[in-house]
């Protein structure tokens, strides 16, 4: 679960910014709502970030009030791990000037699975990285996973609670570790989503960066920047996104992703152009697509 206190950008689904439309643009807004209706390619946008943001402006509460509560049905609970460890033991790949704060709680990777892709999952209801040569970098999932198989994603994946250097919540630490846990978690969201990326594609952690304007200086190398948050509709799954420049060309990449530490997770790496990616829609999930609805908020945003 992640729920938002946004101090800064709005909260907003997508909209186009002009109402009017060329012929082509319409034929695209009707793509977009006919996808829409497809199971699991259905998402809004909880948060968008166009101009991004940096590590600086990214705050974190994190504390065990926002875990996951136990829900009051016993057999309804119960399904959680009996379906997540069904999920997981039939996959081979078991392994290894603004601001907005993100209130996160802390939750296992059985549990994730066992009710993100329950089939119950409507009784519990109480990055992207773009290459030099301007492609942008989509996995197509393995038959393996459990979750969307073969589906076209974004590089990404789960930050493990051992990176801040604690296995559950306690209750009875000082404010000040507090404090330092919440900086902890807001930068291994920044250092997770790099780690993601080399571990997935094998790019080199020097080959990624992003180029901001500043008001004192411009083409400031700095971390990946958070442009939002997306909601896939069914199971109600949040996603965070982050933009993240790769100083390689698709084709240096493609080289490097036949020996990617995770590339039995996917089945093929792909250098797309916008419209590439326009054209696999139906084969994107809901959170993912958002995240590219997200990416081109961004774009479009820079090019204002």
Request: hydrophobic fraction near 35%; glycine fraction near 8%.
């Amino acid at each position: 679960q992640l729920p938002l206190q946004p101090s800064g950008p709005s909260l907003h689904t997508a909209n186009r910014k002009h109402k009017g439309r060329t012929q082509n643009e319409g034929s695209s807004a009707a793509q977009e709502k006919g996808t829409m209706s497809v199971p699991g390619c259905a998402y809004k946008l909880l948060l968008s970030c166009p101009a991004g943001l940096s590590r600086s402006q990214v705050y974190v509460d994190f504390a065990a009030s926002y875990d996951r509560i136990s829900h009051p049905d016993g057999n309804l609970e119960k399904s959680i791990a009996e379906y997540g460890d069904s999920i997981l033991k039939s996959r081979d790949d078991v392994s290894r000037g603004n601001c907005v704060c993100l209130k996160l709680g802390l939750t296992d990777y059985r549990t994730f699975v066992g009710t993100n892709l329950n089939p119950l999952w409507e009784n519990f209801l109480v990055p992207s990285e773009e290459t030099s040569d301007k492609k942008i970098l989509v996995l197509q999932r393995s038959s393996n996973v459990g979750e969307f198989p073969g589906y076209f994603v974004f590089p990404g994946g789960h930050s493990e609670p051992k990176e801040v250097g604690i296995s559950a919540h306690t209750t009875d630490e000082p404010l000040t570790d507090l404090v330092l846990l919440n900086q902890k978690v807001a930068e291994e969201m920044f250092d997770g989503i790099i780690r993601e990326v080399v571990e997935e594609i094998g790019v080199p952690v020097s080959s990624l960066a992003v180029l901001m304007l500043t008001s004192l200086q411009a083409n400031v190398q700095t971390h990946p920047v958070f442009i939002g948050i997306s909601l896939r509709e069914l199971n109600v799954r949040p996603t965070a996104f982050f933009f993240l420049k790769c100083n390689l060309e698709s084709e240096e990449v493609h080289k490097l992703y036949s020996s990617a530490q995770d590339g039995y997770e996917s089945t093929q790496l792909y250098a797309m152009s916008k419209s590439d990616i326009d054209s696999v829609t139906l084969k994107i999930p809901g959170c993912h697509r958002g995240g590219y609805a997200l990416y081109n908020l961004m774009t479009a945003s820079g090019d204002a």
